[in-house]
């Protein structure tokens, strides 16, 4: 009974789609997408490791995609949800389109972090963006350009306060 749960309970429009299973989606005839769904809160294990071995056509554009933090890329040296670095290579993808971490940020040539499409919080990102990619053909390298999104920026303010006046 989790939020994608209660998502698809309330019902969801015809262009919405939830990848609940470790199963490939075909995207038309040229492309597959293959999700790591994140179903609880923590997972201890690397979710994109089926991935390694996942089936598809020959040709076909490879995408993963996931939610959780590269293996000893956080500051605690610990990753919630943890996802191989070398994950997009390991199981040839294309493209490997992470969340978590809460800014925009490439992993390596093929693994992006999006960000959020409107800054959440201090040190974040400047304003929010998305990533538009674009992949000509199997093997060939994702074209990725961030789009600017955002409407609010944080800012930060120091007042000195010298006195019970102040």
Not at 33 to 50: F, G, H, I, M, Q
Not at 92 to 108: C, F, N, P
């Amino acid at each position: 009974s989790g939020l994608w749960d209660r998502a698809a309970a309330l019902g969801l429009p015809p262009n919405v789609h939830l990848h609940l299973t470790l199963e490939p989606a075909p995207l038309g005839e040229n492309a597959v997408l293959l999700p790591a769904p994140l179903r609880r809160k923590s997972e201890v294990n690397d979710l994109t490791e089926w991935m390694d071995t996942a089936a598809g056509a020959a040709g076909q554009i490879r995408i993963g995609l996931a939610h959780g933090s590269v293996q000893g890329f956080d500051s605690a040296g610990e990753a919630n949800n943890p996802i191989a670095a070398d994950r997009a290579k390991r199981a040839g993808l294309d493209y490997l389109a992470l969340g978590d971490w809460h800014r925009t940020l490439q992993i390596g040539p093929a693994t992006w972090y999006a960000g959020t499409p409107e800054a959440d919080r201090f040190n974040s990102q400047e304003i929010g963006q998305v990533l538009l990619v674009e992949i000509a053909a199997s093997g060939a390298p994702p074209k990725v350009t961030p789009h600017r999104t955002g409407a609010y920026r944080w800012l930060g303010h120091t007042e000195d306060l010298s006195g019970a006046a102040d």
